[in-house]
């Protein structure tokens, strides 16, 4: 089956009394390659998303939103450092007996030092959120990967359609080729009587008309654009990711469809040529988005 690069997926599930979106979208890329943007709290989670996500793609920039709207997922926490307290009182008690000071040491006193009490914030996940965190993931990505399947069955209908065109230019261009050597024998025979008044060297109009031919064939050329095409076909039958493989054959038919318009020694030959690499380049622009 054909897969399209390019999707949307997204899913929302209720916890308790919070909630978790999230939403996917790929493009196409030359790669897998997976950006995921949520809260600081799920970044234990990141490997286990990208795997998951990684079983239903295999290429394309997948950029993955998670956002999480309910209870903070935070737990505060307050981090006493001791030693470094025990040593400011002491240092105060110090003051007050070397310089005979009569004040109190006061809580206020020792908060107002600014170290020593630190607030935290700990990331703290319950395996009830982890579980519905993944699930809602998966059911964003079945959603996006669904969207690739349809869009990747669309193209390959439009690329049916353009490989069969470019067969019919093929079969053509297979009957214009032996015509034009006959036409270049013709004007040969034709110029070389003007000239010599009607005394024709005929071993050296047929060297000549070889040489043409031998220059000017393509059947080679068309005989592997025949093969490419087929090529094509299977691929497009075929399981798994498949658009390196045609972006190959695509350089392969536009390689031969230069030869070919290099070769070209007829206005017919040349117009076909054109509309040949004209589908070709539209064939590459549909590829670009496959799997």
């Known amino acids: 089956m054909v897969v399209s690069m390019t999707g949307f997926g997204h899913s929302s599930k209720e916890i308790d009394s919070s909630l978790i979106t999230v939403e ?7 790669f897998l390659d997976i950006n995921l943007k949520m809260p600081k709290q799920f970044m234990s989670m990141e490997d286990r998303i990208k795997k998951l996500i990684s ?6 920039r997948v950029e993955v939103y998670i956002n999480f709207e309910g209870e903070s997922l935070a737990q505060r926490s307050i981090q006493i450092d001791w030693n470094l307290l025990t040593q400011y009182v002491q240092s105060l ?22 170290e020593g009490i630190d607030i935290r914030d700990e990331a703290t996940i319950s395996e009830k959120i982890e579980t519905v965190l993944l699930q809602t993931v998966e059911a964003a990505v ?5 969207m690739r399947q349809i869009e990747g069955q669309q193209l390959a209908i439009d690329v049916k359609n353009r490989l069969a065109a470019m067969s019919e230019i093929v079969v053509n261009l297979e009957k214009l080729a032996p015509k034009v050597v006959d036409q270049y024998r013709e004007r ?10 009607g005394k024709i060297d005929e071993n050296r109009i047929l060297t000549e ?11 080679e050329e068309l005989t592997r654009i025949h093969s490419h095409i087929h090529q094509f076909q299977e691929s497009l039958q075929a399981d798994g990711p498949i658009g390196r493989k045609l972006d190959f054959l695509v350089q392969e038919l536009n390689r031969e469809a230069n030869t070919i318009g290099s070769k070209a020694n ?8 054109v509309e040949l690499k004209s589908i070709i380049e539209k064939i590459k622009e549909q590829v670009q988005n496959i799997e």
């Open 93 to 114: 008690q110090q003051l007050k007996e070397r310089f005979s000071f009569h004040d109190e040491i006061t809580l206020s006193q020792i908060l107002s030092l600014g």
């Open 142 to 146: 079945k959603q996006l990967t669904d």
């Open 209 to 219: 008309v070889a040489l043409f031919a031998d220059k000017a064939d393509i059947s």
């Open 24 to 30: 996917i979208k790929s493009v196409n890329h030359r």
């Open 188 to 197: 040969i025979e034709k110029r070389v009587t003007e000239f010599v008044s």
């Open 55 to 60: 079983k239903s793609v295999n290429r394309g």
């Open 266 to 273: 007829d206005g017919k030959i040349a117009k076909d040529v």
